[in-house]
């Protein structure tokens, strides 16, 4: 069985009713296989640990993210440009640099930085896409790593070639990793976009698949109640 996991969480009936794709053709079980744990994932003894993930609009990266158990905190934002351009009419020209991130604040006693990897890869977003995801096109919108320390850089890049080794995907994975520079918080009014406009037709289409998803293929990673930045 091969197949883009994107294709697995774009599924949302006529009526709003949420019909994961993945139903009569492939199991929770089919994709554990699929996207198999990160063989490299070293241990953090420390108590928090910042991911910053880029997978096209934040909308849906932090409204998944904030049903990760272990996650703490969960911003939108920009990464990979520069301060005075981190403005969302800017980025979204696709010349400033920056692509549409998240921030993910974590336990990783509870979720590590492998695992937050295996969620990205699987439901998030589609990793082989090049400058687009679903409707959305630009360098804002690439799949991207901004690894924060030295061993979130050989981790992810340890776990695409694990991946890509093992044809998980029917093409290659465009994901790049590079170092984290710098991160900025978007506009007040992106934040929890997701929970506060869930009648929105591209947050059904889009994005609240995903988190059906996650609930579906990794129960055990999920949980109901999000961890809503508004409330910290």
């Not at 774009?10 to 009713?17: D, L």
């Not at 301060?83 to 974590?106: D, K, M, N, P």
Request: aromatic share 10%; glycine share 8%; with cysteine.
């Amino acid at each position: 069985m091969s197949f883009k996991p994107l294709y697995l969480v774009m599924a949302v009936a006529a009526a709003g009713v949420f019909a994961p794709i993945w139903m009569g053709h492939a199991s929770a079980g089919d994709l554990d296989k699929e996207i198999p744990a990160a063989t490299v994932d070293p241990v953090n003894p420390a108590s928090i640990e910042v991911a910053v993930l880029a997978g096209g609009c934040f909308w849906g990266q932090q409204g998944l993210f904030e049903h990760v158990k272990g996650v703490t905190r969960v911003v939108a934002g920009y990464s990979g440009g520069e301060r005075a351009t981190a403005r969302y009419r800017l980025v979204g020209t696709g010349t400033t640099g920056h692509a549409e991130s998240v921030q993910i604040t974590f336990d990783p006693h509870q979720v590590t930085f492998g695992q937050i990897l295996r969620i990205y890869f699987s439901v998030a977003h589609d990793p082989t896409e090049v400058n687009r995801q679903g409707p959305d096109e630009g360098t804002q919108y690439r799949s991207e790593i901004f690894a924060g320390s030295p061993e979130q850089e050989s981790t992810a890049r340890a776990y695409i070639a694990q991946l890509d080794a093992a044809h998980v995907f029917g093409a290659p994975i465009a994901t790049s990793v590079e170092p984290l520079k710098d991160f900025f918080a978007a506009e007040g009014y992106h934040q929890d976009y997701l929970v506060q406009n869930p009648d929105s037709s591209y947050i059904q289409i889009n994005d609240l698949p995903k988190i059906e998803a996650l609930k579906q293929v990794w129960p055990d990673f999920y949980r109901a109640r999000p961890v809503l930045l508004a409330a910290k």
